[in-house]
């Protein structure tokens, strides 16, 4: 209602003139109370407050406009300097334009106003979507991190792709674990799956005591890759042959291996790890006939308990002296078979394996050839391979402390012909080679690289790995030490030198305990030799402490670099300048001097010792002529008879 209208509303009726309602001419005059006054000036306030609320509002509102586009704390990093042009661009816009608020203008100017409103809300929802990228982002961070299988190209590809998508058109990914670790598990379990036949090998020592069975198995490659695969990493596979490798790559692949598309790719990540024949772990036994002879001669001697025997000398038969030895090495053979060790069996059989496993052969530049002269050839194992607890030993604390070499191992040659493992390690570069520390690189992985390399200065025998590796826990501990002592109390029973009687003769194997007539020289003086004759073929013999330390250099020159890679023919024609060959021990002439075991190396040895001198080989393996000393021999009542006997019938003797 008009104000003229309340205030006409109110006027005192019974003040006005009568005429006007019968319609005359007479002017009307309206008379105004004090109540009309009053109810005039109660509408004028309040339409001065609505006017007054009104304006305090609209500023309200233009301030808050302004805070809800201020607040970019919380967004992701890529997009922040994004953000904050525009939001100095809307800000600015918002306060030109302030007029736009009030209520009055919002309807007056309204194509203006919504194109304000449009370009705010549009920028809130902006702002709203980086914060949700960003906690993505901090997740995808943290999973890569915290998580060895996470931390893979796939993942670093997709993740770096997602940040370098425009603001607001980024869609969340699943991070992809690696199946590098479970692969690595299922290895044996696909071997064992995959065997086709086998052949078992049986190799006795010299006195058919032990016996060593080696096994080699020829594996189907079909079974072999059916039972490898999974789905998950296949998808794996197929992400990285998609997203991660360079078209070069894959243009190589094409050409050298034939793979031409993902399957084959993801095929040959698998049959990576597959060999058509495998070397089986040998086992090393007493042999179960030699327990029966040793059995028989335990009664025999259990018999003769009122009869002192004397020793003789002839060859072949076994002394008391060396009857004690068998039986020592009867109790320390089982001890010093890494196979009987729980803990030790499952890392000695994963370190075996290291040689099939190999996925490439190292090249290298000419700065890393000038740092280490010595290094002959280095290999890479497939990391796929290697047991999680050799790992472990090796790259302590972790993949976050290593980057791009957790978990590889080498297996390096010097010049010498020594083997030994070296685990990698990571240097970070700039574009231009400089060599930056690692924050510098995660903070611009587009324009740095990240080298893996062998870590030479690190070298491990294979007993040192298998030391290394086992030494998280007490049990291992214990097992390793049993092990290693049992083997060398047992290699020294081996090498015990057993005199019976005095080397005669003027041969320089006798005079100078030098059973190889070795050189004087470097070498020699490692083991305290001295100068001795001269040589007819130039320099000087070495004379050496005793027939041990004689027999110790001639053994560690035979098993040298200058020998190992020979065939055991082909070494004895050396050593013995075509004097002999592998006619000595016909059943080993074609395997090379590196392969053979421990049980044929000494037995060579000894038969090499009988053919180039007989006085030292008697004085080191008993033989000789037979005794001129009568021996007197056991005499047995009908019980002790009948004892030796039922031993007999016990051990089919």
Do not use: C
């Not at 009053?38 to 406009?65: M, S």
């Not at 300097?81 to 306060?95: A, C, H, P, T």
């Not at 990540?269 to 086992?283: Q, T």
């Amino acid at each position: 209602m008009a104000l003229d209208q309340q205030v006409i509303g109110q006027l005192d009726s019974n003040k006005g003139d009568a005429s006007l309602a019968l319609g005359g001419n007479i002017p009307f005059v309206p008379v105004i109370t004090d109540q009309t006054i009053k109810v005039f000036q109660d509408l004028t306030n309040k339409d001065i407050k609505r006017r007054e609320d009104e304006y305090q509002n609209w500023e309200k509102g233009v301030a808050g406009k302004i805070a809800e586009v201020s607040k970019i704390d919380n967004v992701l990093d890529a997009d922040r300097e994004i953000l904050g042009k525009k939001k100095s661009e809307i800000v600015k816009e918002i306060q030109n334009k302030a007029y736009l608020l009030h209520p009055s203008n919002q309807i007056k100017h309204r194509g203006e106003y919504e194109d304000l409103m449009t370009k705010v809300n549009d920028y809130v929802i902006e702002v709203a979507k980086s914060k949700d990228d960003a906690v993505l982002d901090k997740e995808y961070r943290k999973g890569m991190r915290d998580k060895a299988e996470w931390a893979n190209p796939i993942n670093d590809t997709r993740y770096q792709k997602w940040r370098a998508t425009p603001m607001g058109e980024r869609e969340p990914f699943s991070l992809m674990a690696d199946p590098s670790s479970s692969m690595g598990k299922r290895i044996l379990e696909a071997q064992k799956a995959s065997i086709k036949d086998s052949n078992i090998e049986q190799i006795y020592s010299p006195d058919k005591s032990i016996v060593t069975i080696k096994e080699t198995a020829t594996l189907d490659p079909e079974i072999y890759y059916n039972t490898m695969r999974t789905p998950e990493e296949e998808a794996y596979f197929k992400a990285e042959y998609r997203e991660v490798l360079p078209q070069e790559e894959k243009q190589r692949l094409a050409k050298e291996e034939n793979i031409l598309t993902e399957d084959d790719y993801a095929k040959s990540k698998y049959m990576g790890s597959f060999n058509n024949v495998l070397k089986l772990p040998s086992k090393t036994m007493p042999s179960p006939e030699y327990l029966q002879d040793q059995a028989y001669r335990r009664a025999q001697l259990g018999a003769d308990t009122r009869i002192k025997t004397t020793e003789i000398g002839v060859e072949g038969r076994k002394d008391i002296k060396q009857m004690e030895i068998d039986a020592k090495r009867s109790d320390l053979t089982p001890k010093a078979d890494i196979n009987t060790y729980s803990i030790l069996k499952p890392i000695n059989d994963n370190i075996n394996s290291f040689e099939n496993n190999i996925v490439q052969t190292f090249k290298f530049g000419e700065e890393f050839n000038r740092i280490n002269p010595n290094i002959k050839s280095v290999q890479e194992v497939n990391s796929k391979s290697i047991d999680d607890t050799i790992k472990g030993a090796l790259y302590v604390g972790g993949a976050d402390n290593y980057g791009g070499a957790y978990g590889k191992i080498y297996i390096v040659e010097d010049k010498n012909g020594e083997k030994f493992y070296a685990p990698a390690k990571v240097t970070y570069t700039d574009k231009n080679g400089n060599e930056i520390d690692k924050k510098l690189y995660l903070a611009d992985k587009a324009n740095s690289n990240e080298i893996v390399r062998p870590d030479i200065s690190q070298k491990f025998t294979r007993e040192q790995l298998l030391a290394r590796s086992v030494d998280n826990t007490q049990k291992g501990k214990a097992q390793y030490n049993e092990f290693i002592k049992s083997k060398n109390d047992l290699d020294n029973l081996d090498t015990e030198v057993k005199v019976n009687t005095t080397p005669k003769g003027d041969s320089i194997a006798v005079t100078h305990n030098n059973p190889a007539n070795i050189k004087f020289g470097d070498f020699a003086k490692k083991y305290g030799a001295t100068k001795g004759k001269n040589a007819t073929d130039g320099g000087v013999f070495a004379v050496f402490p005793s027939i041990e330390v004689g027999m110790k250099a001639r053994r560690d020159l035979l098993q040298g670099s200058g020998y190992s890679n020979l065939l055991v023919d082909s070494a004895m024609k050396r050593w013995s300048n075509n004097g002999y060959g592998g006619d000595i021990y016909p059943e080993i002439s074609n395997k090379k001097m590196s392969e053979l075991t421990d049980s044929e190396f000494k037995e060579l040895e000894r038969r090499q010792i009988k053919r180039e001198d007989v006085n030292i080989y008697n004085a080191i393996y008993g033989g000789g002529k037979e005794s001129s000393k009568k021996t007197s021999t056991p005499t047995q009542t009908k019980k002790e008879k009948s004892k030796v006997n039922d031993y007999r019938k016990k051990y089919n003797y």
